[in-house]
């Protein structure tokens, strides 16, 4: 009985095939400010200056892309394997390799002096920018904690040159843009909020008014917005996307719980955590029961506003800095 089989043809599929072509990308630029960011910046990767090559970065660097992650587990005599009750990032280590090349001894000498002035800890935080062809920088805040302590092995130095191994400890492991989102609105007038209408409505002095708000986060992961209220306000509650909240009820003797003229700012980030006014007023203690300063998601998401507005026009403000994972 004959076998069926396939015909071993090959068909001519060449004209069908679209090779990529690959986009020409310029080197990564590379740059560390000491003294909290406000100091002189120094380029790491750009060739420039009477004094070329001056510092510049080896391959071999590390920590510049996830950071590392604590996973908190618990285990059970009676089940196998464990359960995973959450995650956290933890503090990111970095490894600069740095070549300093100067055309004379003097030259060297104030390359290392102007270097150890960027990373002395007690001066403040040193930033590393990076930046990619045609992007936004991306910023990470590091403290020095070793490596320039120096070697005068024949491998390590010489007479115009030195190598270092810098290492850094990013206490907030993500990298920020320089753009930051905010909108502002008025109780009277609609203004864009995150790219889209803040609230569809229109308030009336002591009304109250509920609405969604769509907002936008462009990080990679959660970020904290800090909020700026100016009343008057009777009464206002914001709930998150995640179903938390914090707001302000309505007072026992029906005043406004914001006046008009104060500025209260809930700054919900991290290490801030603070609810006052514009005078020092603490208002933690009028919060509602229970109040999450709650957090944004990436992407795109929908909190609640529901406000009573006083005697005035009060109006909102929400600032959102978006985080990264990488450069």
């Known amino acids: 009985m004959p076998i069926p089989a396939r015909s071993t043809a090959v068909a001519d599929r060449t004209a069908s095939v679209v090779y990529p072509v690959p986009e020409r990308w310029q080197r990564t630029y590379v740059s560390i400010r000491g003294q909290n960011g406000e100091g002189e910046e120094i380029p790491l990767t750009a060739l420039r200056g009477g004094s070329w090559p001056a510092l510049m970065l080896q391959p071999g660097a590390t920590g510049l892309d996830l950071p590392p992650y604590a996973v908190h587990m618990d285990e059970s005599p009676n089940l196998d394997g464990a359960m995973v009750r959450g995650a956290r990032a933890s503090a990111r280590q970095v490894l600069l390799p740095i070549f300093v090349y100067g055309i004379d ?87 864009p909020f995150l790219g889209n209408p803040f609230l569809p409505i229109t308030l009336a002095k002591g009304t109250v008014s509920t609405g969604s708000l769509t907002i936008e986060n462009a990080g990679d992961i959660e970020a904290w917005p800090v909020w700026e209220i100016t009343g008057p306000l009777k009464r206002f509650k914001f709930t998150g996307p995640d179903g938390t909240s914090f707001g302000i009820p309505t007072q026992p003797s029906n005043t406004d719980a914001l006046p008009s003229g104060r500025t209260l700012t809930v700054d919900c980030r991290p290490g801030y955590k603070t609810v006052s006014d514009n005078t020092g007023k603490i208002y933690f203690p009028m919060l509602s029961a229970n109040p999450s300063l709650w957090s944004v998601p990436p992407g795109t998401s929908t909190a609640q506003a529901d406000l009573l507005a006083g005697s005035g026009t009060p109006t909102v403000k929400m600032t959102l800095h978006p985080r990264y994972l990488t450069y």
């Open 105 to 191: 001894r003097k030259t060297l000498r104030q390359f290392k002096a102007k270097l150890a002035g960027a990373l002395n800890p007690r001066l403040g935080y040193s930033v590393l920018t990076f930046i990619e062809q045609g992007g936004e920088p991306r910023r990470l805040k590091c403290y020095y904690v070793g490596g320039m302590e120096g070697s005068e092995s024949a491998d390590a130095s010489g007479f115009t040159w030195v190598a270092y191994g810098i290492q850094l400890t990013a206490a907030d492991p993500f990298f920020y843009g320089d753009t930051v989102t905010a909108a502002s609105w008025s109780f009277g007038t609609d203004q």
